[in-house]
């Protein structure tokens, strides 16, 4: 039995941003934290990629590739980004900037902000109240200069931002401090280079139990960017998590895999899914047992239908499985509905994980 209720993961987000700034602030937080640019430690050819849920691959840079993109750098910019200077008050170029855009690191082109999330703070410098994705920026306790205070770095080349302070506009409450020599501003309706794009993505649909594990499973997949909860294959369209669990909407908790085919093959997604759960099983996986526990793949393309028939055949030729009948359904296409956000993440959220089959 699933839990009940929780609380929305955005708001959980944001308090828990909160909370750990108001710890570092306060000179509490004696966690480890991460090195500081010229520290960062190498990501070798071959390193499993990180990605942000919004799909961008914010692996950590080597410190040759830093170097590299440093040459750019006017000395102004070099003195803040790596030796995490400060320009002076109201001096900053995009202080008073009201274009509608995205704002990007100056040294990598991760985008760090959005211009919807810009507001006048008095401070002298450029202020948010959130950043493009949470992911893309990373916390650093900073004891300098006497003070206390919550550093912020990009997350994936680990040049100096600025601070993240506890006094700013609602829904969050922060106010992101930057310098504007951190940031390069492309506006709303201009091409954004190469290395400030998300990256290409495909997507496949799983159903295979319990959504919680499958998802669980499928996000520590190297080259998976992101996995959703979510419903499919029933003949409800406005449904609820109680009413699916009835069986009588038709529907089967599924996993919606976001993923990069140049790290992970669709054919590789598919070993994956028959090691996570078991598909001989028919309607039901271990203690879970109903139609909305069903083994199914959900076809997003006619290449994926192909793929997946060709996989499903040649699995129950295999001595594995021998013996024993693949019960698990083949769908062409249909409609995803994303589950509540309590079901989200919930594993990465409260712990835990579902064992595989045969454990």
Same mark, same amino acid.
């Given at each position: ?14 308090l828990a941003m909160g909370l750990m700034v108001l710890r570092m602030a306060s000179g509490?937080?004696?966690? +480890? ?62 202080? !008073? ?18 211009? !919807? ?16 994705? +949470? ?143 078991? +598909? ?21 393309? !006619? ?28 769908v062409p296409g249909g409609t995803f509905y994303e589950a509540e956000e309590y079901h989200? !993440? ?8 579902? +064992?595989?089959?045969?454990?």
């Open positions: 039995m699933k839990a009940a209720d929780a609380a929305p993961f955005g708001v959980l987000m944001t509490r937080d004696h966690r +480890p934290v991460s090195p500081a640019p010229s520290e960062a430690p190498a990501t070798e050819a071959g390193e499993r990629a990180v990605y942000s849920k919004s799909g961008y691959d914010i692996s950590p840079l080597t410190n040759a590739r830093i170097g590299e993109l440093a040459k750019g750098l006017t000395p102004e910019e070099r003195g803040i980004l790596l030796g995490k200077g400060t320009e002076p008050a109201f001096c900053g170029g995009l202080l !008073d900037h009201k274009a509608k855009g995205n704002y990007t690191c100056r040294l990598c082109g991760l985008p760090l902000f959005r211009s !919807d999330a810009k507001f006048t703070s008095g401070t002298g410098w450029p202020s948010f109240y959130q950043p493009v994705d +949470p992911a893309h920026i990373h916390y650093q306790r900073d004891v300098a200069h006497g003070m206390v205070r919550t550093e912020i770095q990009c997350a994936r080349c680990r040049a100096h931002l600025g601070h993240v302070f506890e006094d700013g506009p609602p829904p969050t409450g922060l106010r992101y401090c930057l310098n504007s020599a951190s940031m390069r501003f492309y506006a709303e309706d201009a091409k954004l280079p190469p290395e400030s794009r998300p990256v290409p993505t495909e997507t496949a649909y799983f159903a295979g139990g319990c959504f919680w594990g499958i998802e669980g499973r499928f996000q520590q997949v190297p080259g998976v960017i992101d996995a959703v909860s979510g419903y499919m294959g029933g003949t409800v369209a406005d449904r609820t998590y109680h009413q699916v669990c009835s069986g009588e909407t038709g529907h089967a908790e599924v996993v919606r895999v976001t993923y990069n085919p140049k790290r992970v093959t669709y054919g590789e997604l598919l070993e994956c899914f028959f090691k996570f759960h078991d +598909p001989t099983q028919l309607n039901r996986q271990g203690p879970d047992v109903g139609s909305q526990y069903r083994s199914a793949i959900f076809a997003a393309n !006619d290449e994926q239908l192909r793929k997946a028939k060709e996989h499903l055949e040649g699995l129950q030729q295999a001595e594995g499985f021998h013996g024993r009948r693949i019960v698990t359904q083949l989200q !993440d919930y594993h990465a959220k409260h712990g835990g994980s579902c +064992p595989l089959p045969g454990d």
